[in-house]
């Protein structure tokens, strides 16, 4: 009884429903696009990251720290017995690291070297372009980003100097053999791959190796005491602090939009209990509990908030599967942040759980913002009511 | 008077009015039977207004006693006074306070589903009160598609629907034309007659006053009359 008479309240409220209905309903339409582009982002960074990263898990020499570049030069460990016959079989991608100097064009520039093995099939790196058949020179590869700050080009010859095991400085001609389209950052800038068995040889470290990438979480179990396993949560803490920033920094307009949508909803709802005081008096005559008004114009409220929820799945339907099967192309300059996912358009999934969850939070919003109001209804007087005052 | 449906002993009420008072009714004191159609008249301001708005539950005394069905209105808790109201008493309004979103049937509907009634005996119920006041055609119509009369009707199926005991009506044909006016009160006095429900008026219509049973009359808040007229 409550709700269809709420309901034909609604509905005889006319343009100032619609209204009311439009604005909420635009508001989640933003939400659930923002939460989709969010969630796509990260889902595709994480994809990008597993498939030329991370691989199944990583096993990080104890010696090296990423964030400090003195650990850098003896940052490494031998690959443990255990896993040798796993690195062979082709299940586990020994990745050893080393600063370096690299000449470009007679400049000097700084770089990590990476020596990674080109026959390895477990990251998607396109570590075949470091066969060194045809090339008389060690041949590299590098990403866009290190080709533009760098200024090399494919088939372009540049020295690399480096330190070996011993301390002593030994260098090496290579030759970009491909410059590399990377999705992840990380592995670009800055960097120059060659191949691992040349690396080791010019390092004098036959055996050594950075990281160990294993093809799936099962090899985690191989004995390396040198080695530290980097679990996912880990190894993705950055990413997603970084999503957790961006979305709190979109918020903001987005909290604006809410706080907009709920105040029409009070708006409404405070002029309608002021407008519809008789009507009041003359429930409460015919028998009307004041909690039973009292829920009556909270139950407006929030129908509003459902009307809008089905005017935003429905009519934000063609834009959400418009983001879906187009995709959104992000800014690139996003990639020098150094987070993967930027490189192709990134096509719309939408977390269902995370927005029934928004939804159901914003329909209890709406319900307390109505109910805001409508507590007025207690302290009425019916006679009151009844003259209109 | 055997078993009045209302007892008013000594009852008084006032309103403030900044810091002094206003003291609406002086020391009433009134039974009203089953079956009465009964008038309390009087200028504006009176208290007419006042006393039907205590009968009814709706507001309560300062002081002395009012007994509506038995119930002490003074120690009604608000939940008991809706129950009250809803079980047991009708209310017709000068300006009708219909429900403007619902059509003429869900309008008398109304008062039934607060009641929880079954829908059989609640579509009969319906049916049955908009045939009282002759608008069963009119069934469909919004507030809005009808005249004053005819909206007076329907607030008057609205308080009949539930058959009350009482019926308290706020000066019912105050906005209507002779025509209507008699209509209503044609209407009201046949349900009075066939179903012995109590009315009690407040007007100061002289047009109504011919029908009472019963008039009181009330001056600054005091009866200062109470005379039952035959004839009427």
Redesign the interface.
Known sequence: ?ILK?AL??I??NGWRSLINVAVIAIVLIGLIWGEGMWYSWLTLAKNQQREWEYGGGILRAKSYDPFDAFTWENGYAPVPAEAQSYVRGGRIVPILYSPGMIYPQGRMMNALVKGIPENQKVLSFPSTALNAADSSYVPAIIGREMAKTSRLQEGEVFTLRLKDSTGAFNSLDLQVSKVMDCPVPSLDIGTVWIDLAALRKVKLLPDAATVLVLKDASLTAIKAPLFRYIDPREFFADLNQMVKTKVSGQSLPFGMLILLAMLAVFDTQALAIFKRR??I??L???????GQIIRLFTSEGALYMVAASVCAVVLGFPLYWYFAVKGFALPQGYQSFGVAGFNEPLKFHYPLLVILGTLIFLFLLTVFVSWLPARKIARL???EA?RGK | MEDPIVRIKNMSKAFPTGESEFLALKNVNLDFGKGEFTGIVGPSGSGKTTLLNVIGSLDTPTSGEVEVLGLEVSQLSQKGSSELRSRHLGFIFQTYNLLPVYDVYENVEFPLLLLKMAPNERRKAVMDALEWVGLTDKAQSRPAQLSGGQCQRVAIARAMVKKPTLVLADEPTANLDTENSLHILDTMQKINAALSTSFIFATHDQKVINYLHRVIKLIDGKVVSDDTQTGA
Do not use: V
């Open positions: 009884m008479l034909r309240n509905i005889g008789k009507e008096g003359m409460s005559a015919l028998g009307m509990t004041k007087r019916p006679t009844l």
